[in-house]
Protein backbone atom coordinates (compact mmCIF):
# COMPACT_ATOMS: atom_id res chain seq x y z
CA UNK A 1 0.00 0.00 0.00
CA UNK A 2 2.88 2.56 0.85
CA UNK A 3 5.22 1.53 -1.13
CA UNK A 4 3.27 2.30 -5.19
CA UNK A 5 2.22 5.76 -3.84
CA UNK A 6 5.59 6.35 -2.54
CA UNK A 7 6.90 5.31 -5.73
CA UNK A 8 4.17 7.06 -7.57
CA UNK A 9 4.67 10.16 -6.12
CA UNK A 10 8.68 9.97 -6.50
CA UNK A 11 8.13 9.22 -9.88
CA UNK A 12 5.47 11.87 -10.79
CA UNK A 13 8.62 14.36 -8.68
CA UNK A 14 10.81 13.06 -11.60
CA UNK A 15 9.08 13.16 -13.86
CA UNK A 16 8.80 16.91 -13.33
CA UNK A 17 11.85 17.74 -12.56
CA UNK A 18 13.18 15.98 -16.17
CA UNK A 19 9.94 17.71 -17.77
CA UNK A 20 9.49 14.65 -19.25
CA UNK A 21 6.58 13.59 -21.23
CA UNK A 22 6.51 16.86 -23.51
CA UNK A 23 9.14 15.45 -25.96
CA UNK A 24 6.57 14.76 -28.93
CA UNK A 25 5.30 11.28 -27.93
CA UNK A 26 2.54 11.16 -29.79
CA UNK A 27 -0.48 9.59 -27.91
CA UNK A 28 -2.76 7.32 -29.79
CA UNK A 29 -0.35 7.27 -32.82
CA UNK A 30 -1.11 10.93 -34.12
CA UNK A 31 1.66 13.11 -34.32
CA UNK A 32 -0.42 16.01 -35.42
CA UNK A 33 -1.65 16.15 -31.82
CA UNK A 34 1.64 15.52 -30.07
CA UNK A 35 2.73 19.22 -29.14
CA UNK A 36 -1.03 19.79 -28.01
CA UNK A 37 -0.93 17.02 -25.17
CA UNK A 38 -0.12 18.19 -21.88
CA UNK A 39 2.93 16.51 -20.41
CA UNK A 40 1.84 16.88 -16.32
CA UNK A 41 -1.87 16.03 -15.47
CA UNK A 42 -3.53 18.97 -14.18
CA UNK A 43 -3.92 17.34 -11.02
CA UNK A 44 -0.06 16.59 -9.89
CA UNK A 45 0.71 18.33 -6.97
CA UNK A 46 3.48 21.39 -7.00
CA UNK A 47 6.83 19.79 -6.63
CA UNK A 48 8.14 19.53 -2.81
CA UNK A 49 4.23 20.22 -1.56
CA UNK A 50 3.54 16.38 -0.63
CA UNK A 51 6.55 14.41 0.71
CA UNK A 52 7.41 11.30 -1.23
CA UNK A 53 7.38 9.06 1.32
CA UNK A 54 5.74 9.75 5.30
CA UNK A 55 8.43 11.72 7.22
CA UNK A 56 6.45 10.15 10.54
CA UNK A 57 6.45 6.66 9.06
CA UNK A 58 9.97 5.40 9.73
CA UNK A 59 11.40 3.02 12.17
CA UNK A 60 9.56 0.06 14.29
CA UNK A 61 6.06 0.04 13.98
CA UNK A 62 3.48 0.64 16.96
CA UNK A 63 3.04 -2.78 17.89
CA UNK A 64 6.82 -3.33 18.85
CA UNK A 65 6.52 -0.49 22.30
CA UNK A 66 5.77 -2.29 25.73
CA UNK A 67 2.41 -3.22 26.80
CA UNK A 68 0.73 -0.76 28.99
CA UNK A 69 -2.32 -2.64 30.62
CA UNK A 70 -3.69 0.89 32.52
CA UNK A 71 -2.85 2.89 29.58
CA UNK A 72 -4.50 0.49 27.31
CA UNK A 73 -7.94 0.14 29.50
CA UNK A 74 -8.14 3.97 29.56
CA UNK A 75 -7.41 4.11 25.86
CA UNK A 76 -10.68 1.75 25.21
CA UNK A 77 -12.81 3.77 27.56
CA UNK A 78 -11.29 6.82 25.52
CA UNK A 79 -12.05 5.27 22.04
CA UNK A 80 -15.47 5.19 23.03
CA UNK A 81 -16.38 8.75 24.68
CA UNK A 82 -14.35 10.26 21.86
CA UNK A 83 -16.31 9.12 18.99
CA UNK A 84 -13.86 6.90 17.44
CA UNK A 85 -15.90 3.61 17.47
CA UNK A 86 -18.83 5.46 15.40
CA UNK A 87 -16.69 5.37 12.44
CA UNK A 88 -13.55 2.13 13.58
CA UNK A 89 -13.60 -1.08 14.33
CA UNK A 90 -11.19 -4.21 14.61
CA UNK A 91 -11.70 -6.57 12.17
CA UNK A 92 -14.35 -5.18 10.35
CA UNK A 93 -14.91 -2.05 8.06
CA UNK A 94 -17.79 0.35 8.99
CA UNK A 95 -17.55 3.76 6.75
CA UNK A 96 -13.65 3.98 8.02
CA UNK A 97 -10.42 2.13 7.91
CA UNK A 98 -10.51 -1.45 9.59
CA UNK A 99 -8.01 -0.51 12.88
CA UNK A 100 -7.42 -4.37 13.25
CA UNK A 101 -3.21 -4.55 12.62
CA UNK A 102 -2.95 -0.72 12.70
CA UNK A 103 0.01 -0.81 14.93
CA UNK A 104 1.92 -3.29 12.91
CA UNK A 105 1.17 -1.31 9.84
CA UNK A 106 2.08 2.05 11.61
CA UNK A 107 4.86 4.08 13.79
CA UNK A 108 3.72 5.40 17.01
CA UNK A 109 4.56 9.02 15.14
CA UNK A 110 2.15 8.58 12.47
CA UNK A 111 -0.61 7.50 14.61
CA UNK A 112 0.03 10.20 17.01
CA UNK A 113 -0.06 12.83 14.26
CA UNK A 114 -3.50 11.38 12.65
CA UNK A 115 -5.30 11.35 16.03
CA UNK A 116 -4.31 15.07 16.80
CA UNK A 117 -4.18 16.31 12.92
CA UNK A 118 -6.16 14.43 11.15
CA UNK A 119 -6.67 17.95 9.08
CA UNK A 120 -2.98 18.48 8.18
CA UNK A 121 -2.22 15.28 7.74
CA UNK A 122 -4.34 14.41 5.40
CA UNK A 123 -3.20 17.36 3.32
CA UNK A 124 0.87 16.68 3.90
CA UNK A 125 1.27 12.63 4.64
CA UNK A 126 1.04 10.13 1.82
CA UNK A 127 -0.40 7.47 3.48
CA UNK A 128 -3.23 9.71 5.11
CA UNK A 129 -4.00 11.72 1.93
CA UNK A 130 -4.39 7.83 0.30
CA UNK A 131 -6.62 6.91 2.78
CA UNK A 132 -8.54 9.91 2.49
CA UNK A 133 -9.11 9.13 -1.53
CA UNK A 134 -10.21 5.44 -0.59
CA UNK A 135 -12.71 6.40 1.98
CA UNK A 136 -13.88 9.90 0.65
CA UNK A 137 -14.13 10.85 4.33
CA UNK A 138 -12.25 13.70 6.34
CA UNK A 139 -11.17 12.07 9.67
CA UNK A 140 -12.22 14.91 12.17
CA UNK A 141 -10.15 16.24 15.39
CA UNK A 142 -11.53 14.83 18.27
CA UNK A 143 -9.23 17.08 20.24
CA UNK A 144 -7.18 14.59 22.74
CA UNK A 145 -4.36 15.13 24.66
CA UNK A 146 -0.97 14.02 23.80
CA UNK A 147 -1.43 11.68 26.73
CA UNK A 148 -4.88 10.30 25.71
CA UNK A 149 -3.46 9.14 22.26
CA UNK A 150 -0.65 7.74 23.63
CA UNK A 151 -3.10 5.93 25.89
CA UNK A 152 -5.29 4.99 22.59
CA UNK A 153 -1.69 3.26 20.88
CA UNK A 154 -1.71 1.17 23.99
CA UNK A 155 -5.23 -0.28 23.21
CA UNK A 156 -4.40 -0.75 19.73
CA UNK A 157 -1.53 -2.18 20.40
CA UNK A 158 -3.51 -4.63 22.69
CA UNK A 159 -5.79 -5.74 20.50
CA UNK A 160 -2.99 -6.13 17.65
CA UNK A 161 -1.01 -8.44 20.40
CA UNK A 162 -4.75 -10.40 21.53
CA UNK A 163 -5.42 -11.23 17.74
CA UNK A 164 -1.83 -12.22 17.34
CA UNK A 165 -1.09 -13.39 13.96
CA UNK A 166 -4.18 -12.67 12.69
CA UNK A 167 -3.96 -8.94 12.81
CA UNK A 168 -0.91 -9.01 11.48
CA UNK A 169 -2.53 -10.24 8.13
CA UNK A 170 -4.65 -7.45 8.64
CA UNK A 171 -1.64 -5.04 8.81
CA UNK A 172 -1.31 -5.39 5.02
CA UNK A 173 -5.13 -4.19 3.88
C1 LIG B 1 -16.13 10.57 11.24
C2 LIG B 1 -15.44 9.31 11.28
C3 LIG B 1 -14.15 9.21 12.08
C4 LIG B 1 -13.97 9.40 13.43
C5 LIG B 1 -14.97 9.89 14.46
C6 LIG B 1 -12.59 9.00 13.72
N1 LIG B 1 -11.96 8.61 12.57
FE1 LIG B 1 -10.08 7.85 12.41
N2 LIG B 1 -10.23 7.84 10.40
C7 LIG B 1 -11.35 8.19 9.69
C8 LIG B 1 -11.04 8.20 8.27
C9 LIG B 1 -11.99 8.53 7.15
C10 LIG B 1 -9.68 7.84 8.18
C11 LIG B 1 -8.81 7.77 6.91
C12 LIG B 1 -8.06 9.10 6.79
C13 LIG B 1 -8.97 10.23 6.37
O1 LIG B 1 -9.71 10.05 5.38
O2 LIG B 1 -8.98 11.29 7.02
C14 LIG B 1 -9.23 7.57 9.53
C15 LIG B 1 -7.96 7.11 9.86
C16 LIG B 1 -7.57 6.73 11.12
C17 LIG B 1 -6.37 6.01 11.44
C18 LIG B 1 -5.37 5.45 10.44
C19 LIG B 1 -5.88 4.07 10.02
C20 LIG B 1 -4.89 3.29 9.18
O3 LIG B 1 -5.31 2.33 8.55
O4 LIG B 1 -3.72 3.65 9.17
C21 LIG B 1 -6.33 5.88 12.80
C22 LIG B 1 -5.24 5.21 13.62
C23 LIG B 1 -7.51 6.51 13.32
N3 LIG B 1 -8.26 6.99 12.27
C24 LIG B 1 -7.83 6.60 14.67
C25 LIG B 1 -8.92 7.28 15.17
C26 LIG B 1 -9.14 7.58 16.57
C27 LIG B 1 -8.24 7.15 17.70
C28 LIG B 1 -10.32 8.27 16.66
C29 LIG B 1 -10.97 8.84 17.89
C30 LIG B 1 -10.18 9.80 18.64
C31 LIG B 1 -10.84 8.40 15.30
N4 LIG B 1 -9.96 7.81 14.43
C32 LIG B 1 -12.03 9.02 14.98
C33 LIG B 1 -12.59 8.51 10.21
C34 LIG B 1 -12.86 8.75 11.55
Redesign the pocket.
Known sequence: MRTPLGIAALAALLCMAAGCGGNGVPKDGGAASGSASASVPASAPAAGSVAAVSQYDAGPRAAEGPEDEAGSKRGAQ??KD???????AFGKKL?????A??TH??TVA??EN??MH??V??RTDP??HE??????????N?G?TRE??MD?ISY?RHMDHEAGEASKQEAGK
Request: glycine content about 4%; hydrophobic content about 50%; charged content about 15%.
Open positions: LFKGCSACHTCPDLGVRRWIQVPDMVISLFAKYMLQMPQLQVVF
